[in-house]
């Protein structure tokens, strides 16, 4: 299983990357997505009795399985939130850059440097808070991904095993040609996967310990 679980590391993602804002632009008009296609049910059959060798969608466990969805989810949220304050700094830009454009001739010499001061702070800080919303997001996929695969590794060591597995392919990265569709351990490892998480009981904060009462000053001996 070693060189699987590096395949696992470093060629699966979670979810992809989204882009921010671009700075200084305003926002151009999203395309209209293309609907994937569908897909074609596949008929179900059993693992083949004595085989050694079977293969797996990871990509395909992170988009169907109930944790990759929750996953998902939070990172696109993440990103709609960056990409709304991204927005909200880029039209301030956008209309002090409009204003001395139009009216820059009209102001006074100390007016038009603050309003060009004021311009260039922006554009600073919308650099900054675009690079900023990156890295968010990226670090936030990659602590997302890091703890789905520790979750999703044992139900794989435990398909694996029952199954007599000696050698498990992750089907996007190792170059398969054609395989055998009972050879796909894809639907089962979903299957123990939702399942395992909906079992597992929910995460609960660290105790507080109670507080400590103050401390009795002793009694004064009666004379």
């Known amino acids: 299983m070693k060189s699987f679980v590096l395949g696992l590391v470093f060629g699966f ?4 990357t989204p882009d921010v804002v671009r700075a200084q632009q305003p926002p151009a008009p999203a395309p209209k997505p293309t609907p994937p296609p569908v897909a074609q049910p596949q008929p179900s059959r059993p693992f083949p009795e004595g085989a050694k060798i079977a293969y797996l969608d990871i990509q395909r466990v992170a988009a169907e399985s109930a944790e990759g969805k929750v996953s998902t989810a939070r990172v696109q949220a993440l990103n709609q939130k960056k990409v709304a ?4 700094l880029n039209k301030k830009l956008l209309a002090d850059q409009q204003k001395l454009q139009s009216q820059g001739a009209m102001l006074n010499e100390s007016a038009r440097a ?9 554009q600073k800080e919308l650099q900054r808070s675009q690079q900023d919303a990156q890295e968010e997001v990226q670090q936030l996929q990659t602590d997302l991904q890091s703890t789905f695969q520790g979750k999703l590794y044992p139900i794989i060591q435990q398909v694996v095993a029952e199954k007599g597995i000696e050698v498990l ?6 170059g398969i040609v054609f395989a055998n569709p009972a050879l796909d351990l894809t639907a089962d490892v979903i299957k123990r996967f939702d399942a395992a998480q909906a079992a597992a009981p929910p995460a609960t904060p660290p105790a507080t310990p109670p507080a ?10 009666q004379k």
């Not at 304050?85 to 909200?88: K, R, S």
């Not at 603050?114 to 922006?122: N, V």
């Not at 392919?169 to 190792?174: E, K, L, V």
């Not at 009462?213 to 002793?218: I, L, N, S, V």
């Open 169 to 174: 392919f992750s089907q996007r990265d190792s």
């Open 13 to 16: 993602a979670l979810v992809a």
């Open 85 to 88: 304050e991204l927005n909200d």
């Open 114 to 122: 603050e309003l060009e001061r004021a311009i260039d702070r922006q």
């Open 212 to 221: 400590t009462p103050p401390a009795t000053p002793p009694a004064k001996p």
